[in-house]
């Protein structure tokens, strides 16, 4: 019994340590990036309807992040963003005092929004789909992104690069967000285009 | 008569006096209702245009009160009021001064507060000063704009109070040399 006992425990140290071994190879495959705040080659828009006669595109100005992404292990690939949601931007300083106040964003209560990745698929041509859960006005709910690479390589200055643009759309009510805006601004569209630089 | 004298007020001051105070009030009640417009209210967008128009109205008033006040006599204090009444009205006017100022250019910072003018009345623009204030700055300016035309209005209410009380209770001139005479 106690011979026996010894070996499990043995046997799962050495399975355990074989594991941690093994995640630490395919962690050395999977790439780190982090999105290019500094030349700003990243945005968040959104985009609602007026009235339902045009599109208002507004901005987050101010956000950070990282993705991992890996070649033979597509679907390991992981996103993480947070936004500060104060840098709300739609060119119009009285609107942007209203989307911060607490009919919108409450911006007070809820300095940040953020997206956590929890699986990626992607297809042949660079279409994948991306599921992840997105917190934003304190809620927090799973959103599915529609997700395309749009390409990568080595950059000029002794770098590697990945660039990706993804949209999904949120429907205001189900974060908490009820102030009306018509029927035809009940959803909008949230536009993410992130080119990250391989750490 | 235009100009004041050591015991009167002159027709300018007079009609800059009561214009400013219907302006003001009207400025508060209307900032006090458009601010809670349904966005599909037919006056979301005209009140705050009258009020913008207004707001720069009564400032430009402002500095023409004050030149002309330093253009003119002072009108002296009935004898019949108590020295501490006396620097008590002062002290509660040039605080109207000082409050109005930082309320039109609080209201001012908010409109401008990306860089665009604000129009005057569809006539001209009078632009912006700044080309962006940071988030917390055109919020707090917002809640600075609130808390102090509140604070004007209720010092307002208490200066109306005191020359009825003048009127009616001491039955003095304070409030027929602001109107007639």
Known sequence: ?199 | MLKNTTVSFGLISKTLHWSMAVILVGLFAVGLYMTDLDYYDALYHTLPWWHKSFGLLVMALLIIRYIWKRLNPEPQALTSHKNWEVFLAQFIQKLFYVLILLIGLSGYFISTAKGKGIEFFGWFEVPAITQAIEEERADLVGEIHQVLAITLIVLAVLHAAAALKHHFIDKDETLNRMINK
């Open chain 1, 1 to 199: 019994m106690k011979t026996f006992l010894k070996t499990t425990v043995k046997n799962t140290l050495l399975s355990a340590s074989l594991a941690t071994a093994l995640l630490a190879t395919s962690g050395l495959f999977a790439a780190e990036y982090a999105i290019d705040k500094k030349g700003q080659h990243a945005s968040i828009q959104f985009k609602i309807s007026h009235l339902g006669y045009s599109w208002m595109v507004g901005r987050f100005n101010d956000f950070d992040g990282s993705f991992s992404y890996d070649e033979k292990d597509k679907a390991a690939s992981k996103v993480n963003v947070i936004v500060n949601t104060k840098s709300v931007d739609s060119n119009h300083a009285e609107r942007d005092k209203h989307l911060r106040s607490d009919d919108f964003l409450d911006v007070e209560k809820f300095p940040q929004a953020k997206f956590e990745s929890t699986k990626y698929t992607e297809g042949k041509d660079g279409k994948a789909t991306l599921i992840g859960n997105l917190t934003l006005h304190g809620v927090t709910k799973e959103v599915i992104v529609a997700v395309s690479q749009v390409g990568a390589g080595k950059d000029p200055w002794g770098g590697f690069r990945r660039g990706f643009e993804g949209t999904t759309r949120i429907a205001l009510k189900d974060f908490g967000i009820t102030k009306n805006l018509g029927p035809a601004s009940a959803e909008l569209d949230l536009i993410f285009n992130f080119e990250g630089v391989k750490k």
